[in-house]
């Protein structure tokens, strides 16, 4: 066997991912949040770059017709072919004649339920070393309203004798929301109905003894313990379900709520469904004229003249990479109308199955595409605000040999428990029969998943008395 080194030429196709190509993908698959995050980054890093204020569209802002070309232009001779003027920019200045700011421009802070207890505390009759312990107490407290600290360990912290702990603790559990301060699940219920005057020993003896009893719908067997007809205990039953468990979760956490605003709005018309993208959540971007300008005076400096034509090229080729989302998002959401229209005519119970390819296939791109597409993006119909992965589900054939998504099933099966008789409820193979009888085959397996999905208790669970 031969054994050296031969040079040779070798011809071969790589596809090579360039740092533009790389920022368009990860544009596409940014949520309206994240998109938004990112452009104020790249707005505060690229002079070049500013948000449009007047929204209407200028030559450097691109249509979405086309795609983003790989194309750099040098600064200098898009400013001779535009003819910019010098005063065609005009830096911000303030000014006494502009309105004051008014307090609708700042967000109020949300009140945290450590905010809500101390405004209660400071108000209570307590002594100076009360009202401490009260504060440490409250510091123990966690977003659900328990306390998490022992009295032992609270009264050794603020080095005081625990029976002022304990009477700082009552205090504190008189505070609103109702059942705070507790340290067991127990308590706080006991808290709950002693300040409603519900409690009976009765109540009293379920909740401490038999609490797991009452999520698991045991009901007989509480009857049995506590020699109780099973009507009287579904009775108190009802009246512990409808308290509240964790009591401090009405209150911020100290983040802030984020609200879901839709990419893509559907509007039912004469002729079928109108698909629109909501411009409010793509930030528009225009060249900065001041920086227009400054080129226009550059052609003696060859490092602002490579400076500017580099930002100028990375501010266009954003520009672009945004408009070009905005059009891939329409061109997906469009495609998910088409492919669901029975559900948008009919109701959940009528969504089919939907796959990334049929999408891909429909447009002419690649699965991975369509999987950026959805991913965060909402669509608002007539029926609400979906997101748009809920349209894409897998599902079963139906007796009429059409798909018929997993969605679409969870409704059925909804729908058969909302119809049931509390006495005597539908159990998983009686579900598999009557969705046999509608045409949809299934397992009793996937039923109890599907259920289970949906926070359905099984049928031993739902059980009335």
């Known amino acids: 066997m031969k054994m050296g080194y031969d040079l040779t030429i070798e011809q071969s196709q790589k596809l090579t991912m360039t740092p533009e190509l790389i920022q368009a993908i990860q544009i596409l698959q940014y949520n ?6 990112f452009v104020q980054a790249e707005v505060m890093e690229n002079p070049i770059l500013e948000y449009n204020l007047d929204l209407p569209k200028t030559e450097f802002q691109v249509s979405i017709e086309g795609k983003a070309e790989e194309k750099e232009f040098d600064l200098r001779e898009k400013i001779k072919e535009a003819e910019y003027d010098d005063i065609s920019y005009k830096q911000w200045e303030y000014s006494k004649d502009r309105e004051e700011t008014s307090f609708e421009q700042f967000v109020s802070k949300e009140e945290t339920l450590e905010d809500y207890l101390y405004s209660q505390l400071i108000f209570s009759d307590l002594s100076e070393i009360e009202t401490k312990v009260g504060k440490y107490i409250i510091e123990t407290i ?22 002022i702990v304990n009477k ?29 005057n519900q409690l009976t020993l009765e109540l009293e003896k379920i909740i401490l003894e038999h609490l797991s009893d009452v999520g698991e719908n045991k009901l007989t067997k509480i009857a049995k313990s506590t020699e109780l007809p099973v009507t009287k205990v579904q009775q108190a039953v009802d009246l512990i379900k409808t308290l509240e468990p964790k009591p401090g979760r009405q209150f911020s956490t100290g983040e802030t709520i984020k609200y879901i605003i839709p990419d893509v709005i559907v509007e039912k018309t004469e002729d079928g469904y109108q698909v629109m993208t909501n411009d409010g959540t793509v930030p528009h971007l225009i060249v900065s004229p001041y920086y227009l300008s400054l080129a226009k005076t550059s052609d003696d400096d060859e490092e602002l003249t490579k400076y500017l034509n580099s930002k100028y090229n990375s501010a ?15 061109s997906v959401a469009s495609s998910v109308v088409k492919h669901q229209r029975e559900f948008f005519d009919l109701g959940k119970k009528y969504m089919k199955t939907l796959t990334l390819r049929e999408v891909a296939e429909d447009l002419g791109i690649h699965e991975s595409t369509v999987s950026r597409s959805i991913n965060g993006k909402y669509m608002q119909t007539p029926m609400g605000v979906f997101e748009l992965k809920y349209f894409f589900s897998a599902g079963v054939v139906s007796s009429e040999g059409e798909g018929m998504s997993s969605n679409s099933i969870k409704t059925f099966i909804k729908e058969i428990v909302s119809s049931e008789d509390p006495k005597k409820p539908y159990s998983d193979q009686e579900m598999v029969e009557i969705l046999g009888e509608k045409g949809i085959n299934i397992s009793r397996r996937t039923v109890a998943k599907y259920r289970e999905d949906m ?8 059980k009335r008395y």
């Not at 009552?170 to 340290?183: C, D, M």
């Not at 266009?316 to 329409?330: A, G, N, P």
Request: aromatic share 6%; proline share 2%; glycine share 4%.
């Open 32 to 37: 309206s949040q994240e998109l938004d995050e």
């Open 142 to 163: 966690d977003e659900n309203g328990y306390i998490t600290a022992t009295d032992e360990y609270i009264a050794g912290k603020c080095n005081v004798d625990i029976k």
């Open 168 to 196: 700082v603790i009552k205090l504190i559990q008189s505070f609103e929301p109702v059942g705070v301060g507790a340290r067991t699940l127990e308590e706080c219920l006991l808290i709950q109905l002693m300040a409603n």
């Open 316 to 330: 266009l080729w954003l520009i672009k990479s945004i408009d070009q989302r905005k059009h891939t998002i329409y």
């Open 455 to 462: 926070n359905i208790a099984s049928s031993p669970k739902r």
